[in-house]
């Protein structure tokens, strides 16, 4: 079995939006991947034979792309952090959402899980907190 390498964040894109359109239509396919990521149709043919090589997904040529259950736990990682993150821009920082969906996205991948933990740990303490619930009414 080849040994899995640390993904780049283009990867993990593809992870979570892969995931996402898997959830939505039970498949995903490379047109819907290259359209939800912006991207040409071409360029996704690579990266999917890069996440097929690490057993991430299932991929075949002009076929439907699934994750397995690994690429799946990742991609659900992904995923969550990018909730998190977002919903902390949001929600906390009132930042507006579309900006606080594309910022969450570049923090989903520089964040380590030491970090995160404690980032989540500290959100938990400021919705917890009596006096942030009286400033909100």
């Known amino acids: 079995m080849e040994k899995t390498i ?5 990867l993990e894109d593809y992870l979570e939006t892969i995931l996402d359109l898997q959830t939505r ?3 995903a396919r490379s047109k819907d991947i290259a359209a939800k990521l ?4 071409g ?3 690579g990266m999917l034979k890069k996440l097929a090589s690490q057993n991430l997904i299932n991929y075949e040529p002009y076929g439907y792309v699934t994750l397995t259950p690994e690429g799946e736990k990742i991609a659900k990682k992904i995923a969550y952090r990018h909730t998190v ?3 902390f821009l949001f929600r906390i920082l009132s930042v507006d959402e579309d900006r606080a969906d594309e910022t969450a996205c570049r923090m989903e991948h520089a964040m380590d899980t030491r ?3 404690k980032f989540v740990a500290f959100i938990a303490t400021l919705d917890a907190c009596p006096h942030r619930k009286q400033d909100r009414e």
């Open 85 to 87: 993150l977002k919903d």
């Open 43 to 45: 360029s996704v043919t």
């Open 115 to 117: 970090t995160f933990k």
């Open 25 to 27: 239509n039970t498949v």
């Open 6 to 10: 640390p993904l780049s964040e283009s």
């Open 38 to 41: 912006n991207i040409k149709r």
